[in-house]
């Protein structure tokens, strides 16, 4: 954790309200991307992260020192989630016909990482791929690319082991390869076909 973390988290537990607005501030956007990747209902993640805070702040006399502030606030925010989720049976499945509108504004977060490598068609075909990925696979993407997770971060937001958040990484990749290369194949394929016939 950085320094200034820690230093932000501790004056936050001792009840400083600048702190409380500064973690806000700083983390209210990441957090939110992430839980984009569970819930398509904006208002509602809205909403969840707003408790996640008020709850934070609640209970910050009982708070004690994260090794990891960011690793800590993704993990309370996902088992909020999924709280709400148990309690009210919020949960949204994506549709697996998620279109490219959609997909754009959920991939926020890949977006991001590769406005600036590619030109705009590129980039609705990289979401229109992403798109195409299981939810959580989507999630450990973002988690590690957008994020700028280690493994050992993305094992313990998702609850899982290191080596199964390395597998899972790995398989997210390899998917994401193949849908990449089908893409492509279909492309040459219709450009063949029907452009150059």
């Not at 969840?48 to 502030?69: A, I, K, M, P, Y």
């Not at 949960?91 to 991001?112: F, G, I, N, V, Y």
């Not at 690319?145 to 790995?170: G, H, K, M, W």
């Not at 990749?173 to 492309?187: A, D, I, N, P, T």
Request: net charge negative; charged share 25%; glycine share 2%.
């Amino acid at each position: 954790m950085t320094e200034q973390d820690t230093i932000l988290w501790h004056s936050f537990r001792e009840g400083d309200r600048q702190a409380f607005e500064a973690l806000l501030h700083k983390y209210y956007r990441p957090l939110f991307d992430y839980g984009a990747k569970f819930l398509k209902d904006r208002d509602l993640l809205k909403d969840c992260v707003h408790d996640l805070f008020v709850n934070l702040w609640e209970r910050r006399l009982f708070l004690g020192d994260v090794t990891n502030l960011k690793v800590y606030l993704f993990v309370a925010l996902r088992n909020l989630i999924f709280q709400q989720r148990q309690k009210n049976t919020i949960w949204t499945e994506l549709p697996p016909e998620w279109d490219e509108e959609q997909a754009e504004a959920s991939s926020h977060a890949e977006k991001r990482i590769i406005d600036d490598e590619v030109d705009q068609q590129q980039l609705s075909q990289l979401q229109k791929t992403i798109g195409r990925l299981s939810k959580r696979q989507q999630e450990v993407l973002h988690l590690k690319f957008y994020e700028n997770l280690s493994n050992e971060q993305i094992a313990q937001v998702l609850d899982i082991s290191r080596p199964a958040a390395t597998n899972l990484l790995s398989q997210a990749l390899k998917s994401f390869r193949e849908q990449w290369g089908l893409l492509f194949v279909f492309v040459y394929v219709f450009i063949r076909l029907f452009i150059i016939s």
